[in-house]
């Protein structure tokens, strides 16, 4: 009966926790009061239960967030992987919130959640402690989240049944601050849908590329000013084919084409952003790689190893050293390939408008397309930024 109890209140953190992520999943309103109090009362377990409770409820945490992670492990024809890499996220946010049981202080406890707030492990800093106040009346910011975890330590510290009135201190962290206003240019997103399994076979490429073209003369017909296709929708290296560089260029005339591709420059290879406008092309590297899947965070050899041995030498694109800007009818945007998007990195400037692109394909069907959402729709609020982003499979849309 013991662990059972134990068991109900570490999912009952974990699902508190991780409810924003399935509700936009499964498209159901996220209403602030609700949310508000489910972001306490998961913040408020963490640092009162017991140290057994919270590593359990980190492990939940870990598979709900992340339980799709080993679904890319199909592509490179190690499917029995999908289970292991759930099992070893899950082992490892469970390591991670269990840092925060090692003390009882309730105080003690909010530092270390606040520290790890800044901890991104392996790289991968898709796991953001702030996302499930994004829909709360409380704000996102640093300092809100501390003021936050600060009331939740003193109101379970003292046994004042007044304690509770504490709480409306939260009503300082209230950010009311308005989206922020979209660009004048109109801008079609497109979102394809073509499974990863056949995305990058030979037979299937010019039906692909055909596709790709059919979406940018259906944006010119329809008067608009940019089209924008995801990430690598021309599956190949791109700088390669002049035929189809020629074809991008002339249709450029009548509307900016913003498309992902590959480029190969030297012995290097980089997953790029082609931007073409008035018969010119542009090319934007990435900057923030993705960890493990374009390239590995661990020491050479074993860094080495894991990429031949696990993903047949694909885990090794060049990154860029900065961000990309271009400018498209005196509006300028920062260029973000997926991941990217979701990254500190690229808002450091707060840029007021992001063109991103992503290959959902990788992870679907599964939650990844709503957190990445998510994350990208916390990014966009804590800077003021509207993103504008184009997917393969799933996630297109206007973010702000």
Known sequence: MKYFKTIIVAMSIAVAFSSSIYLDYFNIEQVASVQTILALAAYYMLLTTSLRVVVLAGFFIGILWFYWVGFSFRYYDFPNMQGVVSIFFASVYALYFGAIGLSSNAYIRAIVLFGLSFISIFGFNWMVLELPLLFSYIGILKWQFALVLAVLATVASLRHPAKYALLLLLLIGYDAKPSADLSS??????????????????????????????????AI????????????????????????????????????????????????????TYIFD??????????????????????????SWINDAIFGGASDYVASDTPTYFTIKETTFINA???????????????SYMIAMSNNGWFTPSIEPSLQRLLMLFYAKKHHTVIYHSANVAGSGIIR
């Not at 608009?224 to 189809?244: A, G, H, K, M, Q």
């Not at 008035?278 to 860094?303: C, H, S, W």
């Not at 998007?341 to 690229?346: F, I, K, M, N, V």
């Open 185 to 218: 240019l109109k801008i079609k997103l497109v979102q394809t849908q073509i499974p990863q399994e056949i995305k990058w076979l030979k037979e299937y490429r010019n039906s692909i590329i055909d596709e790709n073209f059919a979406q940018i003369d259906s």
């Open 221 to 272: 017909e329809l008067g608009y000013d940019i089209v924008v296709l995801p990430e690598s929708t021309f599956p190949l290296f791109l700088n390669y084919r002049e035929d189809l560089l020629d074809e991008l260029l002339q249709r450029s005339k009548k509307i900016a084409i913003v498309t992902g591709a590959l480029f190969a420059e030297g012995r290097s290879s980089y997953n790029v």
């Open 278 to 303: 008035n018969e010119r092309v542009q090319i934007a590297k990435k900057m923030v790689l993705v960890p493990f899947g374009e390239y590995v965070p661990l020491p050479d050899p074993l860094a």
């Open 337 to 351: 390939i997926c991941y990217e998007a979701t990254s500190s990195e690229l808002f450091a400037a707060d840029p």
